[in-house]
């Protein structure tokens, strides 16, 4: 099983920045895709941001493009989540979730369900 833990999150103001960090176990980061996905209350859960293994691309939803930017430090063994102009409808639980290398960002981020998760941390965008 792939261990996945999530930190970062908090209380920010709109306009304000944030970094997630995915720090992974028992697996490395840089041999699989990794996507960071959000949940808020009464919605469903959106696929935010993933990076494939298989290709290297990445994706963004377009609610986050250009305000967002996921990266990978192998040498850490982590993905991040940097998370500039945040909006109050950014505001949800952000997990992270790992799985097989052959999925590329899009499909992961849109069309998958990936196998292993992290437990997710709390983003609030408020003033």
């Known amino acids: 099983q792939l261990q996945l833990v999530e930190s970062g999150g908090g209380l920010v103001q709109p306009g304000g920045s944030l970094r997630l960090s995915c720090a992974a176990s028992?697996?490395?980061?840089?041999?699989?895709?990794i996507g960071w996905f959000r949940q808020a209350p009464g919605k469903e859960r959106e696929g935010v941001s993933c990076i494939s293994r298989s290709d290297g691309s990445t994706y963004y939803a377009d609610s986050v493009k250009g305000r967002f930017t996921i990266s990978r430090d192998n040498a850490k063994n982590t993905v991040y989540l940097q998370m500039n102009s945040l909006k109050p409808e950014d505001t949800a639980v952000y997990y992270c979730?790992?799985?097989?290398?052959?999925?590329?960002?899009?499909?992961?981020?849109?069309?998958?369900?990936?196998?292993?998760w992290g437990q997710g941390t709390q983003v609030t965008v408020s003033s």
């Open positions: 028992k697996f490395t980061v840089d041999y699989y895709t």
């Open positions: 979730a790992a799985d097989h290398p052959y999925f590329t960002a899009q499909a992961m981020c849109v069309r998958h369900t990936p196998n292993s």
